[in-house]
């Protein structure tokens, strides 16, 4: 769950000056962008760790809770495509947000999810989730990818980047047809 961005980022900055991280310790701010919201911009010379969690009106009706996170993902600076676009698109890189919802049909009631296809996913996603963005500045990698794990690591995540393949979702695909009929509870 990530329900206070502020705490976690606490938690991060004792645990890497502890742990003596290289490039620790630079600036690091959040900013939370509630559903519903617009693909955003990554700032200039500054990477970012993201964390995509249902919202809580999505959320209040899905057995999963509020607050739940699907996806932690890293940009690097001045990336804005994977930043910005890439994870609603359901059409594009299987190991994006939007890949792994349409790959993981098993996970949909769980997230209360009704119905979503290549077409409505970034649509379900803008609606429904809310983002969380932490910024570091340029030329601090270490940093960045320790905190992408410390988030995912503290608030969970229920899809990792890799957790959908072209192959993965073929098979998914192939298993689970859309309008299965022998699948009770699930609409698709």
């Known amino acids: 769950m990530l329900t206070d961005p502020e705490a976690l980022l606490g938690g991060f900055r004792e645990a890497a000056g502890r742990a003596g991280l290289q490039g620790w310790p630079c600036p690091v701010r959040f900013e939370i962008l509630p559903a519903p919201h617009q693909p955003p911009a990554l700032p200039p010379?500054?990477?970012?760790?993201?964390?995509?969690?249902?919202?809580?009106?999505?959320?209040?009706?899905?057995?999963c809770g509020p607050g739940t996170v699907l996806m932690v993902g890293k940009a690097r600076a001045n990336t804005p495509q994977r930043f910005q676009r890439a994870?609603?698109?359901?059409?594009?890189?299987?190991s994006t947000l939007a890949g792994s919802l349409l790959a993981h049909r098993i996970l949909w009631p769980w997230l209360g999810i009704g119905h979503i296809d290549e077409a409505t996913v970034g649509?379900?996603?803008?609606?429904?989730?809310?983002?969380?963005?932490?910024?570091?500045?340029?030329?601090?990698?270490?940093v960045r990818d320790a905190l992408a794990v410390y988030v995912r690591g503290t608030a969970g995540s229920v899809f990792h980047r890799s957790s959908a393949t072209g192959r993965m979702r073929a098979r998914q695909r192939a298993t689970y047809p859309s309008g299965h009929a022998g699948t009770p509870g699930l609409s698709w």
């Not at 760790?49 to 899905?62: E, H, K, M, N």
């Not at 994870?87 to 299987?94: Q, T």
């Open 45 to 63: 010379d500054e990477a970012a760790v993201y964390a995509f969690a249902l919202s809580p009106t999505a959320g209040g009706t899905a057995p």
């Open 87 to 94: 994870h609603y698109d359901g059409n594009r890189d299987p």
């Open 123 to 142: 649509e379900w996603m803008l609606t429904s989730l809310d983002r969380t963005h932490f910024f570091i500045p340029a030329g601090h990698p270490h």
